[in-house]
């Protein structure tokens, strides 16, 4: 994200670093972090969670090694709908697992949504599908009534979840995330979530993301988990989440409101040169997922003579698509509009 960090944030960095807290986590800090992150779930989202149920890993990715390596039976497959987040298509191999992607498809008014039938044709006892809300690349946020009819299918098959809810600070046009283990009690038993304030407030590079267990029979897992999982974590990513939860909210309500404008700039500038491009509807996330399979140039192609870079979505799972990063000063939210139609049309 190319946009200012929250006062509250720089605010703790620099009295952390004058207090020369760069050595190993301390406990005061772990728990600031678990706590804010425990708080905010509950403020934001209404999910009550109980700080002892928040523990910290270095990203979300390893919050997933973690839950494939020590939370679910060995061997079970991983399900993936696809598009997706380009590493998810490699960490079950990294683990062992076996990859099943499913295609996600469209409801009848054009959104993009999960193909019920195929997640239930994937799954088995104990497998986990990967569920990522925001989603990453399409931009949807999911409804209640979504998450809890993929809850009832995953709980009739007696799978577990993943949910990826890194992006849940981003949401657009005054939507609310709903975190998928608050949809049932079941959906509650089977998920493992993981977090982050990484995205909302930039500041993935400090390496501090939450695993959130929710149901009795993970937290005993849990129980079982070595220290190991959790090391890395430093002082610099804890008490910068616990900033950006405890006192980063208006920072972030601006942060959004900007997105959205950006995310307004770059579609109407977009349709203005090629009005005929999709550009899924952005709901949340500061992502763009624009459907050029009706071009007759290749995704790489066509990000070379732009000169801009997002992601080729063939990485993601999708030909023919490209990702590109809104999280940019409007003027370039805007050159990098005009500069993708110019290619396009050319
Ligand atoms: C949906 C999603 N999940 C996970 C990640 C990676 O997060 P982390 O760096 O905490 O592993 C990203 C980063 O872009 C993401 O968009």
Same mark, same amino acid.
């Given at each position: 994200m190319d946009l200012p960090l929250a006062p509250a944030i720089r605010r703790t960095l620099h009295d952390a670093i004058e207090q020369g807290l760069t050595g190993y986590l301390p406990p005061a800090a772990q728990q600031a972090a678990e706590r804010a992150a425990a708080a905010w779930q509950h403020r934001r989202y209404g999910w009550a969670v109980d700080p002892a149920d928040?523990? =910290? @890993?270095t990203s979300v990715l390893r919050a997933l090694q973690v839950m494939l390596d020590h939370l679910t039976p060995p061997g079970t497959p991983v399900v993936l709908p696809v598009p997706a987040y380009m590493p998810f298509l490699d960490v079950p191999a990294l683990a062992g697992r076996e990859l099943r992607t499913v295609p996600m498809t469209h409801t009848a008014d054009g959104a993009i949504t999960f193909d019920l039938d195929a997640i239930a044709a994937a799954l088995v006892p104990g497998a986990v599908l990967v569920l990522t809300n925001p989603h990453n690349p399409t931009?949807?946020?999911f409804t209640a009534a979504e998450l809890r009819a993929v809850a009832d299918v995953v709980d009739a098959a007696g799978a577990l979840v993943f949910a990826d809810e890194i992006h849940a600070p981003v949401v657009f046009d005054g939507r609310r995330h709903v975190p998928y283990a608050t949809v049932s009690d079941r959906a509650a038993e089977h998920t493992v979530t993981? @977090?982050? #304030?990484?995205? *909302?407030?930039?500041? #993935?590079? =400090? *390496?501090? #993301?939450q695993l959130i267990v929710s149901g009795a029979a993970m937290r005993e897992r849990w129980a079982t988990v070595p220290f190991l999982?959790?090391?890395g974590v430093g002082p610099l990513g804890a008490l910068a989440t616990a900033a950006a939860y405890d006192e980063g909210q208006a920072h972030l309500d601006a942060t959004?409101?900007? =997105?959205q404008r950006g995310?307004? =700039?770059f579609v109407r500038r977009l349709a203005e040169v090629v009005p005929t491009v999709p550009v899924a509807p952005i709901e949340g996330t500061y992502l763009a997922w624009v459907d050029l399979r009706s071009v007759d140039r290749s995704v790489a192609d066509l990000q070379a003579a732009a000169r801009v870079r997002g992601v080729d979505g063939q990485a993601c799972g999708a030909p023919g698509f490209l990702r590109l990063n809104l999280a940019l000063p409007h003027p370039l939210v805007g050159e990098l509009a005009d500069r993708l139609g110019r290619a396009i049309d050319a």
């Open positions: 928040v523990h =910290l @890993t931009g949807r946020v993981g @977090t982050s #304030a990484s995205k *909302g407030w930039n500041i #993935a590079g =400090l *390496g501090c #993301a999982v959790q090391h959004v409101g900007y =997105l995310r307004d =700039l």
